[in-house]
């Protein structure tokens, strides 16, 4: 029992982050294995509660690895000797049998799924280091613009999806990016990672957001011809350019298809529709290649936010969308983080905590001369 204890204490050394219901969930089977004993050891020999002893290490191969089931398996056996010694007739024979048995197929059941989650464990790593790569943390802050990102994905285990954002501090000012690939799935994901990689590269080059889609829309298309999708003739996605020139006073967008966005000005929320809508990523051979560049104002203290589909078309249980323009109107925070917290926890609320697609967001502040002197830096 002593190895027992051990065993079961470096496993928990092991994964220190389970939750706490997990952590007594694991300790299940030896409540289980003390029940079991104290009812076989308290109650008449007809009733026979030590025959459920077997059910012990058959519930210790879900959640513990190999040696604690086997050494739990053989604990069982010992209690199973001990109970024959003060009753007869209990059928230890078979009862002892049956714990050998199921010992040894828990033990093989153990080591099946610590070898599945050892590999589900690196392809997570694997996730885990394309996400960083595609959806990269953002700096929080760009000369006078504070920046915060968010990143639900629809399915809880997935990492990364079709949604991208991007900002960068560039020559021509701060240039932002978000859009959705139509489409799920590793071709989404490689499209997204295609469109992310030209913007990086094309936003220090361009002088002006045309030339920048311009360039996004040749590289959609050439990937779309290079790594064709079953069902899916070709990739497009919605997309929005935003560029906030030097000094920060006014706000260019070029919105290809995407959800408008919003931007909070002296307490009023804004929806920024475009005023002439241009044609989404690779569909501009189908519809025209017009692209019209909104300018609106961008004062010190305002906020904008960019978004995808997911946050607008999220759905209650009776297949209401979330409120997002009345949401943002009823917000009272100055700090980008703070209000996509509340994004976060209100459309988990809103949604019963089931997303139905993946969701991105950012929020920008224009710093006010006050932020400027707090923080120590004159943009």
């Not at 308290?42 to 009733?47: A, F, H, L």
């Not at 519930?59 to 040696?67: C, F, R």
């Not at 209000?339 to 089931?354: E, K, T």
């Amino acid at each position: 029992m002593m190895l027992f204890v051990i065993s079961s204490a470096r496993l928990w050394r092991r994964r220190p982050a389970y939750s706490g219901r997990w952590e007594a969930a694991r300790l299940s089977p030896l409540v289980l294995t003390v029940l079991i004993a104290g009812l076989a050891f308290s109650t008449p020999r007809e009733i026979a509660f030590s025959r459920l002893l077997p059910a012990a290490p058959a519930l210790a191969a879900a959640m513990w690895p190999v040696l604690p089931t086997v050494v739990l398996g053989a604990f069982c056996f010992v209690l199973m000797i001990v109970l024959s010694f003060f009753h007869t007739d209990l059928g230890t024979q078979y009862t002892s049998a049956a714990i050998i048995a199921v010992t040894l197929a828990a033990a093989y059941g153990s080591h099946v799924r610590h070898q599945r989650e050892e590999t589900l464990f690196q392809v997570r790593l694997v996730a885990d280091a394309a996400q960083k790569v595609l959806l990269r943390p953002l700096p929080r802050r760009i000369e006078g613009i504070e920046i915060e990102s968010l990143y639900l994905a629809a399915q809880e285990q997935a990492r990364i999806g079709g949604d991208f954002y991007e900002a960068i501090g560039t020559p021509h000012g701060v240039r932002l990016l978000i859009g959705d690939v139509r489409g799920k799935g590793l071709s989404a994901v490689g499209a997204a990672s295609a469109v992310i990689s030209c913007f990086r590269e094309a936003a220090y080059d361009e002088p002006d957001l045309r030339g920048i889609v311009h360039r996004l829309e040749t590289t959609v298309t050439r990937h779309s011809a290079a790594f064709p999708v079953q069902d899916q003739p070709e990739h497009f996605a919605t997309a929005l350019l935003a560029e906030i020139p030097h000094g920060g006073d006014r706000l260019l967008i070029l919105n290809c298809g995407h959800p408008p966005p919003l931007i909070a000005h002296c307490g009023k929320v804004r929806i920024l529709e475009p005023a002439i809508p241009s044609p989404p990523l690779n569909l501009a051979a189908l519809i025209g290649d017009r692209y019209w560049v909104d300018i609106v104002p961008f004062a010190p203290g305002d906020q904008l936010l960019l978004y995808t589909d997911g946050v607008s078309e999220t759905r209650d249980h009776t297949g209401r969308f979330f409120p997002l323009p009345d949401w943002m109107r009823r917000q009272d925070t100055e700090h980008p983080r703070e209000l996509l917290d509340r994004l976060h926890a209100d459309l988990l609320r809103h949604s019963g905590g089931r997303l139905g697609d993946d969701i991105a967001a950012l929020a920008l502040r224009h710093t006010t001369a006050q932020d400027r002197e707090v923080l120590g830096t004159d943009d």
